[in-house]
């Protein structure tokens, strides 16, 4: 099929995920033939340390739709990863989703057949469950609740990890070139029309997650220091009921001097003043030090990821 023709893309990236590819393979092969062949896949293999990108290879050529894969030179992780994907991407609408089929495939042709009837221009997978054993579904649900409080309100309630969007909206992304951003909070500040498809997340059948606590952890603080001013503004007011208690602190001090009613200097409380606003000076000179080293980022220009292969089969 000439690359032309290509009408529907799936960006999935790739880590840790060799046991996942037979079924994802014939997962895709099904979604092809209800497709009418005019669908690519391209397949970013973010520094993964298995065979995941050697085995893609091997099953490039028997792949009965165009596919593209690419391989960072070292692990990005995953958003930037999805990037370079949609910056290959070649069809008309493109569609993102994870390599552990978590998210039914079913869900992609629903996202594309909206897209199609131009019923939005960005659409998210909303979930309403998810098959997770109990203790991670409690994180994630709590995690997710911190993201919508303290970074995106807008963001369905168990975030989201799917989503597809047409060719306006995916240029407008790839518009953006910042790092340590979120990828997630992005795709809501762009705006553009949405909508939202419920599903039920799959149990994952091989493998682990690589998504752990350390790196959802850092990427809230990565969309809360790009996306919200909240830290900059609890500082300040920290600094405003500081300056509150000590000038309450001294009045009783000062008052107290004047009836005679104190006589021997506190040390204890002088200590702990001092401890306290200098633990507060140092919160303070952190939050802005966050900002200042993400806006250092970004003046050093570097490219968000590097591309090493690039390999297609034609179809």
């Not at 993964?48 to 960072?72: C, G, K, M, T, V």
């Not at 993201?147 to 407008?172: H, Q």
């Not at 795709?187 to 949405?194: A, D």
Request: hydrophobic residues 40%; aromatic residues 12%; contains cysteine.
């Amino acid at each position: 099929m000439n690359q032309n023709t290509i009408e529907y893309s799936l960006v999935i990236p790739i880590y840790k995920n060799e046991d996942n590819l037979p079924d994802l393979f014939s997962a895709l092969s099904g979604l092809s033939n209800r497709l009418d062949d005019s669908f690519e896949v391209v397949f970013v293999v973010d520094g993964s340390p298995d065979r995941s990108f050697l085995i893609i290879q091997s099953q490039l050529e028997n792949l009965p739709y165009r596919a593209q894969l690419i391989s960072h030179s070292r692990n990005f992780g995953a958003f930037v990863a999805v990037r370079t994907g949609l910056e290959h991407a070649t069809g008309k609408f493109t569609a993102v989703m994870a390599a552990d089929l978590q998210e039914p495939i079913e869900l992609i042709e629903v996202f594309f057949s909206c897209l199609k009837k131009d019923e939005a221009d960005i659409v998210f997978g909303k979930r309403t469950d998810r098959k997770d054993p109990p203790l991670r579904k409690f994180l994630a649900k709590t995690y997710w609740k911190l993201y919508r409080k303290f970074v995106l309100a807008e963001i369905p309630e168990g975030g989201v990890d799917v989503f597809a969007c047409n060719s306006m909206v995916k240029d407008t992304l790839l518009s953006i070139q910042e790092p340590n951003s979120s990828l997630i909070a992005q795709l809501f500040w762009v705006g553009y029309r949405r909508s939202f498809i419920p599903y039920e997340r799959q149990e994952r059948k091989h493998g682990k997650s690589s998504w752990g606590m350390r790196k959802r952890l850092q990427y809230m603080l990565d969309s809360i220091f790009s996306y919200s001013d909240l830290p900059i503004l609890a500082v300040l007011w920290i600094g405003v009921t500081g300056c509150t208690i000590t000038f309450i602190i001294g009045l009783v001090t000062l008052v107290g001097k004047m009836f005679g009613l104190i006589e021997v200097p506190g040390y204890t409380s002088l200590t702990l003043i001092i401890l306290f606003f200098s633990s507060l000076l140092l919160m303070t000179q952190g939050v802005i030090g966050c900002y200042l080293w993400r806006a250092f980022e970004n003046t050093k220009k570097r490219p968000l990821s590097i591309t090493n292969r690039l390999i297609t089969n034609d179809k």
